[in-house]
C-alpha cells in the first residue's frame, strides 16, 4: 500500500541553524502539507501546498519557514534559522486525487527535530 | 475555530470492552476525520465521514455524525490491547484539518 515517507525521522540540530525536512508524498497525489505537534500538544497545521505553490498558510509559518517540491516526488520544509521553541515533531500529508484538500489525508510517520 | 475537542481526555478499558470518544466542534464542516496515534509515532487515519452521512462503519470502528449538534462519536468494539493509543478527530471545513487534544485509550489485556 502506497505510504508518506520522511526522512530523517529524528534530527537534532544547533539553535540558529538550517534543517531541511524531506518528505516523498503518495505519488499522485497532488496536495501536500506539513503539520508539527509539539511534545504533549495538539498536531497543529503549518502549510498546504498544491500546484507549485503554497495553497495556504498558518500564523506559525513564518518568513523562518519555507517549502519546496524540488522534483516530482520531493516535498520539503525548510527552517531557515532554528530556534528552541521550534522542536517539534514534523508530519507530512497529502492527499487529493479527488477532492483535495477536503479528501483524506494520509500521514508520514514524522521527523522529531530537536533544537539545543 | 472549527477545533475539534475530544472526550474522554484518557480512557482505560478492559480487553473485549468497547470503547467510545467523543469530539465536539464549533463551526460548520465538510468532513470529519478520525486519526489514530501510536506513543511517539505518525498519524494513522482510521475513517472519514462526510458532513451528509450519519453514520459510517469500518471494521470494528463505528463512527456517528451529528451535524447540528456539531459532534462526532468513535466506537471501537471488542477492543485489543492494539488498540491502545491517542485517538484524534480532525475536522475538515474551507481550511485544512484542524485536530483537537485527543483521547488517551489504554486497553488492557
Known amino acids: 500500500e502506497p505510504e508518506v515517507t520522511q526522512t530523517p525521522s529524528h534530527q537534532v540540530t544547533q539553535m540558529g541553524q538550517e534543517v531541511i525536512l524531506r518528505c516523498v508524498p503518495i505519488s499522485n497525489h497532488l496536495y501536500f502539507y506539513w503539520y508539527r505537534q509539539i511534545l504533549g500538544q495538539k498536531v497543529e497545521f503549518l502549510v498546504s501546498f498544491y500546484n507549485n505553490e503554497i495553497s495556504e498558510k498558518s500564523e506559525i509559518f513564518d518568513d523562518q519557514f519555507s517549502v519546496e517540491r524540488p522534483d516530482g516526488s520531493n516535498f520539503t520544509l525548510k527552517i531557515r534559522s532554528t530556534k528552541l521553541e521550534d522542536s517539534a515533531m514534523y508530519f507530512c500529508a497529502s492527499s487529493g486525487l479527488v477532492q483535495g484538500a477536503t479528501d483524506t489525508q494520509y500521514f508520514g510517520p514524522g521527523t522529531r527535530l530537536t533544537v539545543l | 475555530s472549527q477545533q475539534g475537542e475530544e472526550d474522554p481526555q484518557a480512557l482505560s478499558i478492559q480487553e473485549g470492552e468497547n470503547a467510545t470518544m467523543n469530539c465536539s466542534y464549533k463551526?460548520?464542516?465538510?468532513?470529519l476525520q478520525w486519526y489514530r496515534q501510536n506513543s511517539g509515532r505518525g498519524l494513522v487515519h482510521l475513517i472519514l465521514i462526510r458532513s451528509n452521512e450519519r453514520e459510517k462503519h469500518s471494521g470494528r470502528l463505528r463512527v456517528t455524525l451529528d451535524t447540528s449538534k456539531k459532534s462526532s462519536s468513535l466506537l471501537i468494539t471488542a477492543s485489543r490491547a492494539a488498540d491502545t493509543a491517542s485517538y484524534f478527530c480532525?475536522?475538515?471545513?474551507?481550511?485544512?484539518?484542524?485536530f483537537g487534544k485527543g483521547t488517551r485509550l489504554s486497553v488492557i489485556a
Open positions: 463551526t460548520s464542516i465538510n468532513n
Open positions: 480532525a475536522t475538515v471545513g474551507n481550511t485544512p484539518l484542524v
